[in-house]
């Protein structure tokens, strides 16, 4: 009886109610799936967050990155922050980098640098270049160690204002 209750909700194009269905029969992949492809009918964003914690296919999460980063990037970082103990932030931060929007997940950056990661660090510490904000950088090198030094050096040495040459001495 199930699948035929979901077939029917699928061809009547009642996407909300088969979200509710997925979720209810424990079908959380189909149901991240469908509010994907239907995200005006079918997307609620604490639904999506709470059922995206529950999916089977970790790509599903880099989708759902991609879908938010397209549909809804204002609430990007609420999505991050929900999936941070499920993300491979070194592949996270690469996604976005390529994408050029450091800039906008950088509330999760500093969620998740203290753990330390390279690829956070470096890609924070870019940030932190970028909006020439001196003060943050400094406090980033000094509480977390794990980053390209030399390479960070040679490129504050020749930063325009004096406050980030200092830094690279």
């Given amino acids: 009886n199930i699948p035929k209750v979901l077939?029917?909700?699928e061809s009547a194009h009642l996407w909300p109610e088969l979200v509710f269905l997925y979720d209810k029969y424990e079908e959380y992949d189909n149901a991240i799936t469908t509010m994907m492809q239907h995200p005006v009918d079918?997307?609620?964003?604490?639904?999506?967050?709470?059922?995206?914690?529950?999916?089977?296919n970790i790509e599903l999460y880099y989708r759902a990155l991609s879908f938010?980063?397209?549909?809804?990037?204002?609430?990007l970082n609420d999505l991050l922050l929900v999936l941070v103990?499920?993300?491979d932030h070194n592949r996270t931060i690469n996604y976005f980098s390529k994408r050029s929007?450091?800039?906008?997940?950088?509330?999760?950056?500093?969620?998740?640098?203290?753990?330390?990661?390279?690829?956070?660090?470096?890609a924070l510490n870019q940030v932190l270049i970028e909006e020439e904000d001196y003060q943050s950088l400094r406090a980033s090198i000094d509480a977390y160690d794990n980053f390209d030094n030399i390479n960070l050096a040679q490129q504050l040495?020749?930063?325009?204002l004096?406050?980030?040459?200092?830094?690279?001495?």
């Fill in 157 to 160: 040495e020749r930063h325009e």
């Fill in 101 to 122: 929007r450091l800039l906008l997940v950088k509330p999760y950056m500093r969620a998740v640098q203290s753990l330390n990661s390279k690829a956070v660090n470096e």
């Fill in 7 to 9: 077939r029917a909700a």
């Fill in 68 to 75: 938010y980063l397209e549909i809804k990037p204002m609430l």
């Fill in 42 to 56: 079918a997307w609620r964003e604490a639904q999506f967050k709470d059922i995206i914690t529950k999916v089977a």
């Fill in 162 to 169: 004096i406050e980030f040459r200092r830094i690279s001495a």
């Fill in 85 to 87: 103990p499920r993300l």
